[in-house]
């Protein structure tokens, strides 16, 4: 997990639901790619994550791995210990597509984190698969290799982050510079 945070499972289904009611096809793939989106836009932003996951770099992209790792458990492939939690909230049709149990519970987001959803959303939501994934293979994917972890620093330097956000991931996450 990113230094300074810890996953939050309840947290991370909560922004799954947020994204499968306000997309069109949302798959793994379309799913991990907005919560990429919006994780990045919040470091820019302002030095932190809307999920405390850490991104995986993948053929098709980066993937937020404990997300991953729980939307795979729900399908019922592999264990998570909060497949109850998510499995109560959505479910997998076929190998890849989340349909919503219930609304998002919006309680658990701060005002950034909706702003980062929003645009992550807004901006990448409605692109299809080859589009995502050319647009998710940048600079901080470039730099790890394939299935290796992303640095949350690397993330952050793929956005046009002021130097004040760059220090704020830095210490946040106690990166050395």
Known sequence: ?????????????????????RVQDPSFHRIAKILYFADKHKLADCGSLVIADEYVAMKHGPVPSAVYDLLKAVRGDGNHAAVRIAGSAFQVVG????????????????????????????????LPFDEL?????????????????????????ATSAPDHALAAVRDRFSIAS
Request: negative net charge; glycine residues 2%.
């Open 133 to 157: 994934t050319r647009l998710s293979h940048d600079s901080a994917w470039d730099s790890a290799d394939e299935n290796e972890f992303m640095s949350l620093e690397d993330i952050a330097r």
């Open 1 to 21: 997990m990113p230094l300074g945070q810890r996953f939050d499972a309840q947290k991370a289904t909560e922004a799954i639901l947020y994204v499968t009611s």
């Open 95 to 126: 190998r890849c597509r989340i349909t919503p149990r219930r609304e998002a519970n919006v309680d658990y987001f701060s005002k950034a984190d909706v702003k980062s959803l929003d645009f992550a959303i807004r901006e990448f939501g409605h």
